[in-house]
């Protein structure tokens, strides 16, 4: 995370602050370690066999039976790869969509100028004040009438564009100095040829940050698909990984092994993108 | 001459898709949520007959209206209260990057990557009658089905969930401040926790309003955590105004009563996010 300090104070090194630095990292290294438990707790577990969970054993015992079991069931009864495909398409739809239709939008604003510019750009405020759960009945009456129940369209079609995703192509679309517009004109290059061939990669970086926001963000939706997606061939990870939970008799093994089968990929992708992913999160949403 | 004329329809054509999508997905439903309000719908949600405002009149009167406003009030000021405090101690613990940090940090910030569905699914296990936590605690407490823990149990999860992105805000609010202030307060003989709430918070109080209002507004959509850990429950305690818009609309097919409560969740998330703005017109301190 690269989060840095506008400005730092040098000190001489003495040994003895050494020491407090160091046992300040380890006391925030073990903070830190407490506040991921849950998912340490879930971790560990999943390995120990359903029937031990609701009245753990002595320690020595769990150890001696830990088990791949919670996996197996997972892997032999639950269609997870298929479950994790449909979540792959879905992010890989809304990504695509938003990710073209949010550069159309941001070029449009920073680089013509048009009437009823401003009046469009309010458009995108008042949608962002509409929150989604007060559209979902009508959103999913919509769908309904238009038979795409059960459809990928139909998972994708309310998040194929948001209002933070223009807001942040349009940060990084203004930054492009409009001399090199004016210069690739008068070099015969189109408008469209314009965007896709330099204003485009230009804004890369960004395109990296909303990709792993929007990544993140769509194979972690729940209403939604949950509405949408009613045949199994159809479901999301998430519905998937939500049907063990709400069952009777709940089977805490699977469900731990579920949910954590669930997170290797958001949180893989989480790790290796935080810096593109922070950049994007903290541009632009706070001013000041 | 020519070329300009030739080139004006494109921005239109660019924002075309935009206006389509709002149009459909936002605004539209929007308009058609206040049109259902004022109808009986019949089973697939078109309008039947015309009863005006009584629907309103119907729902508002009920006691689990009133209850569900309750418990959705309750449950937005612990989230948005707990998630800013949790949020705002690991960021004073961060305020300085050494060698490491990057490790807790990421420690920190991890649930931002952890769906709602997959913190239920630890929890429902942690917080379950004969879970984790009892036997840590060495108490038999069902969390999740009892009435007087219940919603503090959900808000808890909410919190653990929505402590990252808040951290994240508010580290770089804190790291914004200059070193020379601070150094000049401790100077001038100002403790630690003088120099948090008397400089740090002031000066990074853009984040501090933007991470309470964006926990409080964020604790209205916590349907996932509801839905699987208590399903309203235990005696309609966690029956916050999203999970009420869910089972009218979809488990008991009344989509005009699920209007009327969505439209009173507008109202307050609308209402919510206008004081947001006056307290930062009036508090906030831009650098």
Redesign the interface.
Known sequence: MKIEKNSHIVTAAAPKRKWKERAGFLFKFLLGLFFISPLLIGFVFSFVPSEYLNNLPALQTILDNLTLDNYRFILDYIPIFRFLSNSFIVCAIIILVQVLFSSFAAYAFSFFKFRGSKLLFQLILVAMMIPAEVTVIANYLTIQNWNLINTYIGLCATSLLGGTSIFMMRQSYMQIPKELKEASLVDGCGDMRFLFKIAMPLTIPTIASLAIFLFISAYNMYFWPMLIAQNTDMQTIQIGMAMLVGTENVEYGHVLAGAMISIIIPIAAFIIGQDYLIKGMTSGAVKG | MNQIRK??P???L??L???L??T???????L??IF?SFFVTDP??NPATFVGLRNYERVMTTSGFSKSILSTVKFALMVGVGTFSLAMV?AL??I???????????????????????????????L?K???LN?ILGTDIAWLSTEATALAACAAVTI?SG?G?SF??L???F??V???LL?CARLDGAGSIRRIIHVILPLA???VF?VIFLNI?NS??A??II??LTQKGPNDSTNIL?YA??SN??LRGR?ET??VY??V??AI??VV?RIQLLCEKRM?H??
């Open positions: 080139r004006k494109l921005p239109y660019l924002l898709p935009m206006v999508l709002f459909t997905f936002t605004f539209y439903p929007f058609r949520s259902l697939l949600g690991l613990l961060c300085k990057p050494q060698k490491g940090s990057r490790i807790y940090q990421t420690m920190y910030s991890l649930p931002i990557a952890v769906a709602s569905v997959p913190v239920s699914a630890l929890a429902s296990y942690i379950s004969y879970g984790i036997q653990w402590v992105t994240i805000f580290l770089v609010g790291r914004n200059p070193d020379e150094e109080s853009p984040q933007f507004v209205f959509k349907f996932a839905k699987l999203v818009i869910y609309a979809f989509f699920a209007c969505s439209l969740l507008c998330i609308f996010t906030v831009y650098q």
